[in-house]
Nanobody, 121 residues
Framework: QVQLVESGGGLVQAGESLRLSCTASGDGLSISNMAWYRQAPGKQRQMVASISDGALPEYSHSVQGRFTISRDNAKNTVYLQMNSLKPEDTGTYYC???????????????WGQGTQVTVSS
């Protein structure tokens, strides 16, 4: 079983920055796609940023130019650098990874437990 552990959330003021991290446990993992999702209170979970191996990152319109997603394949880790935070960025942030191991028939998707980000005005 693969577990994703997130860290880096917190309470900040508008205009400040935060950096989220998410690491997948386990050996011999091949992770094709890593992504961050956000769920605001009373709303559906939505993709914020996504990065696939060998491809350009993708961002939601609302965070384009402020957030940067990056990955470290050697550490099975994905990062989300969030700058110029706004109150509307408040929510629970989840990492998501599409993982494959040689002993598996097909890739599987795993989610982190979520980390809270609160931006005050």
């Amino acid at each position: 079983q693969v577990q994703l552990v997130e860290s880096g959330g917190g309470l900040v003021q508008a205009g400040e920055s935060l950096r989220l991290s998410c690491t997948a446990s386990g050996d011999g993992l091949s992770i094709s796609n890593m992504a961050w999702y956000r769920q605001a209170p009373g709303k559906q979970r939505q993709m914020v940023a996504s990065i696939s191996d060998g491809a350009l990152p993708e961002y939601s319109h609302s965070v384009q130019g402020r957030f940067t997603i990056s990955r470290d394949n050697a550490k099975n880790t994905v990062y989300l650098q969030m700058n110029s935070l706004k109150p509307e960025d408040t929510g629970t942030y989840y990492c998501r990874m599409a993982v494959f191991k040689r002993t598996w028939i097909a890739p599987s998707v795993f989610w982190g437990q979520g980390t809270q980000v609160t931006v005050s005005s």
